[in-house]
C-alpha cells in the first residue's frame, strides 16, 4: 500500500512536473514566435522610414517631403505586401496613407487609447496596441531623420492572423494548464487506473513539447488514444498547427516581399534570402547562402565609386551594431548595375547578425528623370507662351493705339514708332494706295534703309499683283518688285494691307543682312502676321471713319460743306478771332431766277448749274474760307481773318467770276448765271453768328430786291436799332 501510494504520488508529481514543463515549452516558444513576428514586422517598418526619409546623393528631395510620390509608395508597398500603412509626423497629424478608408490626410490618429504612438514618438522604441474602433494590432515605429532625430511615426497592421494564432495559443497554453491540472487530479484519484497507460502517453507527450521547443512546428503526437493523452495530444496537435500556419504566413510574407531581404550572421555570412534578393543578386539561393556578402554582391556608391574600407552600409551596420542606410549601386552577376536602397538593420538576438534589405529603385530613377525632362520641356512651353502673351499684348496696344487716331497722319506716325520695336532690326515703309488707284505712295517710314521708291504704280508691286505675301532676296528665285531700289544684295519681303475686302496698300520691310540671316522672316513670321492685320485692320476703320464723317459733313451734290458744318465750324471760328482781335466775314449768296431756270431747262441742269457754282466759289476761296451749301440754291462763305472792305471785294469778283460761266446741257446754251450776294462782317454787324448771318441775310434779300446781280453790305446799326442799312458795292 505504501509502494502504491508513492506510486501515486510520484505519478502525481510526474503529471504536475509534464504539465509544467509541457506548459513553459509551450510558452517558450508562443513568445519566441511572438517575438520573431514582432521583430521582423518591426524591421520592415523600420526599412519603410528609413527609406521615406532617404535623400539621394544628388539632393533630390526624399519621399517625405513629395507627399504624391509617398502616396504612390505607400499603394505600391501595399500591393505588395497585402497590408495597411500609415505615416504620422511629430504632432501624430495623418500625412500619407495605403488602403485605410477610416481616416484622412490630415486628420489626427487617436485610435490608441493607450497613448502608443506618443510613446514611441517620445522614446523612440517600437510598440504594439490595438485599434479598439477596428479590433486589429498595429505597430508603431519612428521615424528618424536626422539620426536620432524622430520626426513621425510609421503605423503597419500587424498580421491578424499572427494574433489569432497567437490567441489559439493562449487558449491551448490554458488548455495545457487545465489539462496539467486535470492530470494532477486523476492521478491522485486513479492512480492505479492510470499507472498502466501513464508511461507511453507521457513519454509521447513530452517528445512532442520538447521538438516544439525546439522550434520543430511540423511535430505531431498520436491521438488516436481515448483517454485524456488522446485529449491532449490533439489538442497539441491543434496549437501545433497553428504555429505552423503563423509561421508560413511570416515566411510567405518574407518569400513574396518585392524588396530583396538576406539575413547575415555576425561574420558577415549569409544564412537566408528571399526570391527577390537572388533576382537582384543575379544567383541561386544555394549559391549564396552560406557565403561571405562581399563573395557573393558587389556594393559601389551612388556614382559608381567603391566603397572605402569599412564604409560600405552593411560594413558599418556589422561593426557598430547600428541601422545604415544609403543608396548603392549593386554589381549583378551579368555585370549590369542597378541602383539600390540598402538597409542594414541588426537584429536583437544574442548570436548577433543583421537583416539586410535591398529597394530597387531604377524605376524611381527613371521617374525622376522624365519628370525632369518634362520640367524642361513645360519650361520652354512656358516661355514661348509669355513670348506670344507679350506679343498679344503689344499687338493689343498697337491696336488701341489706332483704333483712337482720328487722321491718317495721327495713324502713320503711330506706325511708325511702332514699327521700330516690334519688328527691331529691320527697315520699313508702308504704303497706301490713292483714291483713284492709279498710285501707291509711301505714309510711313522707320529704319536707316530706304529700300523702295516713295511712289510707284500698283503694278510694280509682285504683293498687289497677286493678293499675297511676296519675298525676295540673296539666294532666291522670286523675281524683286519694279519699287525696289537697291542692288539686289538685300532680303525684303511685301505684304498687302487687306481688310474689309479691300486691298489698302502694302507693308514693306528689309534685311540689310540677309545673305548672313537666313532665317529673318521665319522668326519673325508670326508677330508680322499679326502686324499687318492690326494695321490694315485700322486703316480700313480709318478711312471708313473719314468716309461717314465727310458724308455727314458734305453736301453730296455740290461736295461743299453742309449747313450744319457750316455753323459748328463758324461758331468755333467766331470765338477764335474773338479772342485774337481779328475781323471775320460771312457770305450769303444766292442764283438768281434758279426756279425759273429748273423748269426750263429741267433738275439736270439745275443741278450742273449748282455744281459749277460751288465749283467755282473752291477755286476762288482760300485754304481757311469755310464754303457751305446753306440750303437749296443758296450758299454761304465763312472767311475767318478777312476785314469787310476785302470781303466786299472778293464778293464782287466771285459775282463776276460767276457771271462769266457758259454752260451747256445736252447741247443747249444755259444763258448767263447770276448771283445776289449779302456780306456782314465781325465786329461790325454783331458779335454772335445768329447776328451776322441774319445781317448777311437780310443784305441778301434787299440785293434781291433791288434788281438782283449784285453785292451788298449791312450797314452798322446805332444801339437801339433794329432794321438793317445796305451800302451797294460800286461795280469795277
Known sequence: ?????????????????????????????????????????????????????????????????????????????????????????????????????????????????????????????????????????????????????????????????????????????????????????????????????????????????EALAKGNAMTRIDHTRKDEFGQLAQGFNTMAAELQSARAHIEDIVETAAEGIAVLDSDGRIASVNPAATAMIGRRADKIVGQAWDA????????????????????????????????????????????????????????????????DISELRRAEGVVSERADQLALLNLALHEKSETTSRLVKLGELLQACVTFPEAFSVVGTAMAEFLGGLSGTVHLTSASRNLVEEVAHWGAVRSSATQFAPEDCWALRRGQEHVAGPGMLSPRCAHINENGGKGYVCMPLAAQGETLGILHLCEPNAAEKPQWLAERQQILRGVVDTLALALANLRLRETLRQQSIRDPNTGL????????????????????????????????????????????????????????????????????????????????????????????????????????????????????????????????????????DHALYEAKGEGRDRVLVARSHAPGERQIQLVPVPKK
Not at 509551450?26 to 532617404?54: M, P, Y
Not at 479590433?135 to 511615426?153: K, R
Not at 569599412?310 to 541602383?339: C, I, N, Y
Request: glycine letters at 8%; a negative charge.
Open 1 to 209: 500500500m505504501r509502494i502504491k501510494s508513492q506510486i501515486i504520488l510520484s505519478m502525481v508529481a510526474a503529471a504536475a512536473l509534464i504539465g509544467l514543463v509541457g506548459g513553459v515549452g509551450i510558452f517558450t516558444q508562443i513568445a519566441a514566435t511572438q517575438s520573431l513576428g514582432l521583430t521582423e514586422a518591426t524591421n520592415v517598418a523600420r526599412e519603410l522610414a528609413d527609406t521615406i526619409v532617404f535623400k539621394s546623393s544628388d539632393g533630390s528631395p526624399s519621399l517625405l517631403e513629395r507627399p504624391d510620390a509617398l502616396r504612390e509608395f505607400l499603394e505600391h508597398q501595399h500591393h505588395r505586401s497585402r497590408r495597411d500603412f500609415l505615416i504620422v509626423d511629430r504632432n501624430r497629424v495623418l500625412l500619407a496613407h495605403a488602403a485605410d478608408e477610416e481616416h484622412k490626410v490630415g486628420d489626427k490618429f487617436d485610435h490608441d487609447r493607450g497613448d502608443e504612438v506618443g510613446k514611441t514618438l517620445a522614446d523612440g522604441v517600437p510598440r504594439k496596441f490595438t485599434d479598439p474602433d477596428e479590433g486589429i494590432d498595429i505597430l508603431a515605429v519612428p521615424i528618424e531623420h536626422p539620426e536620432d532625430t524622430i520626426i513621425g511615426a510609421v503605423l503597419l497592421e500587424y498580421d491578424p492572423l499572427l494574433r489569432a494564432a497567437e490567441q489559439r495559443t493562449n487558449n491551448m497554453l490554458w488548455l495545457v494548464g487545465l489539462s496539467a491540472a486535470a492530470a494532477v487530479l486523476v492521478a491522485a484519484g486513479f492512480a492505479w487506473l492510470l499507472l498502466r497507460r501513464f508511461n507511453a502517453g507521457l513519454a509521447d507527450m513530452t517528445g512532442g513539447m
Open 561 to 696: 460743306f453742309n449747313r450744319r458744318y457750316l455753323e459748328e465750324t463758324s461758331s468755333r471760328e467766331l470765338r477764335r478771332m474773338e479772342r485774337s482781335g481779328q475781323p471775320l466775314v460771312i457770305m450769303m449768296l444766292d442764283v438768281d431766277h434758279f426756279k425759273q431756270f429748273n423748269d426750263t431747262f429741267g433738275h439736270e441742269a439745275g443741278d450742273l448749274v449748282l455744281k459749277q457754282v460751288a465749283a467755282t466759289l473752291i477755286e476762288h476761296a482760300r485754304d481757311s474760307d469755310v464754303v457751305s451749301r446753306y440750303g437749296g440754291e443758296e450758299f454761304a462763305i465763312v472767311l475767318p481773318g478777312c476785314s469787310l472792305e476785302e470781303g466786299a471785294e472778293r464778293a464782287e469778283a466771285l459775282r463776276q467770276a460767276i457771271r462769266q460761266l457758259h454752260l451747256t446741257h445736252r447741247g443747249r446754251t444755259l444763258g448767263t448765271i447770276t448771283v445776289s450776294f449779302g456780306v456782314a462782317a465781325f465786329p461790325e454787324h454783331g458779335a454772335g453768328w445768329a447776328e451776322l448771318t441774319n445781317a448777311a
Open 296 to 359: 557573393v554582391m558587389t556594393m559601389h556608391d551612388p556614382k559608381g565609386g567603391a566603397f572605402a574600407v569599412g564604409t560600405s552600409p552593411v560594413e558599418r551596420a556589422l561593426t557598430t551594431g547600428r541601422q545604415h542606410q544609403s543608396e548603392v549601386r549593386l554589381t549583378k552577376a551579368d555585370g549590369s548595375h542597378v541602383p539600390m536602397i540598402a538597409s542594414c538593420s541588426p537584429l536583437s538576438r544574442s548570436d548577433g547578425g543583421l537583416v539586410l534589405t535591398l529597394n
